[in-house]
Nanobody, 122 residues
């Protein structure tokens, strides 16, 4: 059982920024590719970013590329998501965890946390 704990969400105006944190275990950070994904009311879960366990290669969905940056700090067992130029359509609960690897191959089990709410509105 791997645990993921998200924090850093909040309410911001359009164009604002937030930095989300994902605390996990050293094992998870080194063994699993880690995703940030989100889910808005009435919509399916959407993967927005991923960082590879082996080499740190990063991936982004078209909707966030150029605005969001994923990074990791192995010393603190933490993955970050820096979100800039936020839009109302970014409003969702954001989760970190596993959802297969970054290339689409499945893991036997997926793990994720309770999520953190991001609200972008005037």
């Amino acid at each position: 059982q791997e645990q993921f704990v998200e924090s850093g969400g909040g309410s911001v105006q359009p164009g604002g920024s937030l930095r989300l944190s994902c605390a996990t275990s050293g094992f998870a950070l080194n063994y699993y590719d880690i995703h940030w994904f989100r889910q808005a009311p009435g919509k399916e879960r959407e993967a927005v970013s991923c960082i590879g366990a082996s080499d740190g290669t990063t991936y982004y969905s078209d909707s966030v590329k150029g605005r969001f940056t994923i990074s990791r700090d192995k010393a603190n067992n933490t993955v970050y998501l820096q979100m800039n130029s936020l839009k109302p359509e970014d409003t969702a609960v954001y989760y970190c965890g596993t959802q297969g690897d970054c290339s689409g191959s499945s893991y036997e089990y997926d793990y994720w946390g309770q999520g953190t709410q991001v609200t972008v509105s005037s």
